[in-house]
């Protein structure tokens, strides 16, 4: 898995070797993380397919980039646990209709974190990607630390 903050770095986790790397785009630093033994590995896109339909309330449409989307508000996911034991967060999920693919996501944090979220959006699915966008191996011109 890769996320990227553009501008900042990326974050390359390999849910098979249980490792991940840290990369600063600004610094050039790459810095190697450890995982804790028996964690549970978050899968974002696991996740999303194993939302219960059932649990969604549709709260109706919004236009984003010239596209009309359902938006629906699914409450108490049970996610990763966070630091607090907490593990239900509330999603809103903006779903095109004519691919039924998200275009949008908010999570916004359990309970004891009121007022924080994470969104992402500007999703690109099923494009061939580079491997070495995978790789742990340091990138030329970094240093480790």
């Known amino acids: 898995m890769r996320n990227e903050v553009p501008g900042h770095g990326a974050l390359i986790l390999d849910r098979i070797q249980k490792k991940a790397i ?3 785009e600004r610094s050039k630093v790459a810095i190697f993380l450890s995982l804790v033994p028996g964690a549970p590995i978050p899968n ?31 409450r108490d996911v049970d996610l990763v646990e966070d630091s607090y034991g907490e593990n239900d967060a509330d999603i809103a999920l903006w779903v095109d209709p004519q691919t039924q693919l998200p275009v ?6 359990p309970k004891s974190q009121i007022d924080r979220y994470v969104e992402f959006s500007d999703f690109i699915w099923n494009e061939e990607l580079d491997p070495s966008l ?8 970094y240093t480790v630390q």
């Open 22 to 24: 840290a990369l600063d």
């Open 44 to 74: 974002p896109l696991e996740q999303l397919r194993n939302l219960k339909q059932e649990g969604a309330q549709r709260i109706g449409e919004e236009t984003l980039q010239g596209r009309q989307l359902a938006v629906y508000r699914l």
């Open 104 to 109: 949008k996501l908010i999570i916004f944090a």
């Open 134 to 141: 995978f790789s742990l191996d340091i990138p030329e011109g």
